[in-house]
């Protein structure tokens, strides 16, 4: 090995893996998760529900806090990154994203899984963003450059479109994941307790 291959260095795949796949959340830890986020958000109200879309069931989070930039977004990204805005919960900027992956079944990733999420957020100064982030992908490639957010009305995402064409906008944010059977089926076994926790 070249002297220059030497050194410290980050294992992008390696992240994903022990981060989203390998790490201990339980579903109502997920859950708590994007409370605590729509909380730093001053949402007043966090609305969970099931739709179903294309054949398949998605969980949707729909908050009405302050929303995001494009800024802000794509901040949120960043795993890691040290943000100067005071929040009262999150710190290392990668609990939400363990928890919406977790809840698309990145845990248990079969020749089936696809992990679709998408994310729009509307505050008052900026048009809507959005992203769509693929739990396949990002377990396969690593996280870096996995996930672009853009202006919703750039996107050329079906999925993007649809999923805008359910719900019409508000100030907020929404996130859609799609579930696979295992993780719809604990989740409705999980209900009663999800509740208590949150509660």
Not at 64 to 73: A, E, S
Not at 164 to 193: A, C, F, M, V
């Amino acid at each position: 090995m070249e002297a220059s291959n030497y050194g410290s260095k980050i294992c992008d795949v390696g992240i994903v893996r022990s981060l989203f796949k390998d790490n201990t959340f339980t579903i109502e830890d997920c859950f708590t998760e994007i409370y605590h986020n729509s909380d730093d958000a001053e949402s007043e109200n966090i609305i969970v529900y099931i739709i179903g879309y294309d054949g398949k069931k998605w969980l949707v989070f729909h908050d009405d806090g302050c929303g995001m930039t494009l800024k802000d977004i794509n901040n949120s990204l960043h795993l890691l990154h040290r943000s100067d805005v005071v929040k009262k919960h999150g710190k290392f900027n990668f609990g939400g994203k363990a928890s919406v992956l977790y809840l698309s079944g990145i845990k248990n990733p079969d020749v089936d899984y696809v992990g679709n999420i998408v994310v729009y957020s509307k505050n008052d100064s900026d048009n809507e963003v959005c992203y769509i982030m693929k739990g396949r992908d990002i377990y396969n490639n690593g996280w870096t450059n996995s996930v672009k957010p853009q202006y919703l009305h750039n996107n050329e995402n079906m999925i993007v479109d649809n999923m805008k064409n359910i719900h019409p906008y508000e100030k907020g944010t929404k996130i859609y994941i799609q579930l696979t059977e295992d993780i719809y089926n604990d989740l409705t076994h999980s209900l009663e307790n999800i509740m208590n926790y949150l509660n």
